[in-house]
T-cell receptor, first 111, second 110 residues
């Protein structure tokens, strides 16, 4: 069956550009998570949605980061005025109960 | 201090060997424990949950020591396909957030 998909898989942005990263969760999964994984590190929690409600955004590094899931399915993570320190893999995960299923990630490189 | 600490390795072992490594966690309220596997440039995938009594899944054995707040993973009869980064993951029952360690890299050589 279809897993979590993310697009684009790779994104190169010039410093100061805005980017939008998309996540298509597994159909029917209520919970959706965004993580940021820097090179050589484990994923770090960014934000959590239950259906369309963003219940926790405590992990977002700054107000340049914004996430939405307006219809409780597809989610978009937007980063405004990208900085070099935003370079990382952005992982989306969805779950029905406890196990989180990860998408392949979007590798963002800010030059 | 990070919530989950792991020895980054790498552990380089020959095929057929046994390899074991630990992680420690700082939050004594943590209730759920997992090992995830991450291949190079791929997403993390759940390898196994870790239960208080310890559990085995084929060649993989996980142990939890709540008193010392550490979790271990042992791989027996290692295969080339076991080469990966193993992420130690914890969370508390009231917290949906997963806290990941930085991972332990295992390389199995022929």
């Amino acid at each position: 069956g279809a897993g979590v998909s993310q697009s684009p898989r790779y994104k190169v942005a010039k410093r100061g550009q805005d980017v939008a990263l998309r996540c298509d969760p597994i159909s029917g999964h209520v919970s959706l998570f965004w993580y940021q994984q820097a090179l050589g590190q484990g994923p770090e929690f960014l934000t959590y949605f239950q259906n369309e409600a963003q219940l926790d955004k405590s992990g977002l590094p700054s107000d340049r980061f914004f996430a939405e899931r307006p219809e409780g399915s597809v989610s978009t993570l937007k980063i405004q005025r990208t900085q070099q320190e935003d370079s990382a893999v952005y992982l989306c995960a969805s779950s029905l109960q406890y196990e989180q299923y990860f998408g392949p990630g979007t590798r963002l490189t800010v030059t | 201090r990070k919530e989950v600490e792991q020895d980054p390795g790498p552990f380089n072992v020959p095929e057929g060997a046994t390899v074991a490594f630990n992680c420690t966690y700082s939050n004594s309220a943590s209730q759920s424990f997992f090992w995830y596997r991450q291949d190079c440039r791929k997403e993390p995938k759940l390898l196994m949950s870790v239960y208080s009594s310890g559990n085995e899944d084929g060649r993989f054995t996980a142990q939890l020591n709540r008193a010392s707040q550490y979790i271990s993973l042992l791989i027996r009869d290692s295969k080339l396909s076991d080469s990966a980064t193993y992420l130690c993951v914890v969370n508390s029952l009231s917290d949906y957030k997963l806290s990941f360690g930085a991972g332990t890299t295992v390389t199995v050589r022929a």
